[in-house]
């Protein structure tokens, strides 16, 4: 099972969340990649979040919105 002690899973969604660029994030990625080889969906959601985050405050948005 992917990162399956909890306090793992906590641990590699802080270090994602606070990134602060898209090459640190790609590094974080790929690092997550060489231990696991292939990331479930939930963490290649999280990676895309991450992403869109960072679009976001570099180009000036401070809110987003949406419903299910």
Not at 35 to 59: E, Q, Y
Request: hydrophobic share 50%.
């Amino acid at each position: 099972e992917f990162l399956g002690v909890p306090e793992f899973k906590i641990r590699w969604y802080w270090v994602m969340v606070s990134v602060a660029d898209e090459r640190k994030l790609a590094e974080i990625a790929d690092e997550l990649r060489d231990r696991f080889v292939a990331l479930p969906r939930p963490v290649l959601m999280l990676v895309d979040i991450t992403l869109l985050r960072l679009g976001c405050l570099l180009s000036g948005v401070v809110e987003v919105k949406g419903t299910r």
